[in-house]
């Protein structure tokens, strides 16, 4: 089971804090550390600001050397597919070949509308998605010397050169993920090398998992070529003090964490992350609220992994 670190920088970072999460879990042995996409706090008021991911990444890229980087998720309506397959290749030669790309439709209006950014319907959100899958991967596959073009009723690109080149070959993994029912998959299937599922019930990630093979064995795909990854929410605690100071820390109840989340003993953390194990899940992605507690990774590093790694 990989365990990766996902962080919430609009909720308040500093890429200074970033810096000091990002090398604690490569030096703790996390798989990852990922980072959302997002420019507007939720419930918070977000001191000192928002950082903006892929510049947050370029910087990791030459901070860290081998934990894996990334974004869950990038708004597909926050960057043009052209220039945003530029910023994520040259990250990508940045770290030696160690980017990941999340991607997504776009969901929180209210960022859209604190920085201009355009929220256009729902159906064009996904349509805008589809189109950008395909011109950021068809940027990256074009073979070097060859050019690319694009005619879609969103996006045109007329004699692209496909510059420059990302250092994993074909390119960097693609992770899709969300709730949706028939087009999520159908994108999963046709682009995704990871299919995320963000805070859900077993049992409904089990359902999602399901529905993606599906999609996979309609699309002529071994659903097995496909990886299946959870986001959850980690609260983790050697003793009940410390595990109701850490809920307190974030502002969640201990209960509802434990219901919910990763949240518990060690042991319990590993009862639970086992459980989406049991559905097909292979990577975890724990939602790491208090960037200042690095204690909090090295308890999960020191009492968790050696477990799932059994």
């Known amino acids: 089971m990989d365990l990766r670190v996902f962080t919430e920088p609009q909720q308040g970072a500093t ?4 810096r000091r ?15 959302s ?19 947050t990444l370029a910087g990791l890229a030459r901070e860290t050397t081998s934990v894996r980087l990334g974004t869950l998720v990038t708004s597909a309506t926050f960057r043009l597919p052209g220039p945003l397959a530029i910023s994520v290749a040259q990250v990508d030669q940045m770290s030696g070949g160690r980017v990941e790309l999340g991607l997504g439709a776009g969901w929180f209006e209210a960022e859209h509308a604190a920085y201009g950014i355009p929220f256009p319907p729902l159906g064009e959100r996904f349509d805008r998605l589809e189109e950008s899958l395909e011109i950021i991967t068809g940027l990256w596959e074009t073979p070097e010397g060859r050019h690319f073009d694009h005619q879609g009723a969103h996006f045109r ?10 250092v994993q070959s074909p390119r960097p993994p693609i992770i899709v993920g969300g709730a949706g029912k028939k087009r999520t998959p159908a994108l999963a299937a046709r682009f995704a090398d990871e299919f995320n599922v963000a805070f859900a019930p077993v049992s409904t990630a089990s359902q999602q998992i399901g529905r993606v093979r599906a999609a996979c064995a309609t699309a002529r795909r071994r659903p097995e070529t496909m990886t299946y990854s959870a986001a ?6 050697a003793t009940e003090a410390e595990l109701a100071r850490r809920a307190d820390a974030i502002g969640r109840e201990v209960d ?7 949240a518990g003993t060690p042991d319990e953390v590993v009862e639970k992350i086992e459980q989406y194990r049991q559905v097909g899940v292979s990577r975890i992605y ?22 799932l790694s059994r």
């Open 15 to 18: 890429y200074d804090d970033l």
């Open 21 to 35: 999460v990002a090398q604690a879990t490569e030096q703790l042995g996390f798989d990852g550390f990922f980072r």
């Open 37 to 55: 996409d997002h420019y507007l706090a939720m419930n918070s008021d977000g001191r000192p600001g928002p950082t903006d991911a892929w510049l």
């Open 157 to 166: 690109l007329s004699d692209s050169p496909a510059l420059p080149k990302p």
């Open 232 to 237: 959850l929410v980690l609260c983790c605690g």
């Open 256 to 262: 509802e964490l434990r219901e919910n989340g990763a």
């Open 286 to 307: 724990l939602q790491t609220l208090d960037l200042s507690d690095l204690d909090h990774l090295d308890l999960v590093a020191s009492r968790v992994m050696p477990q």
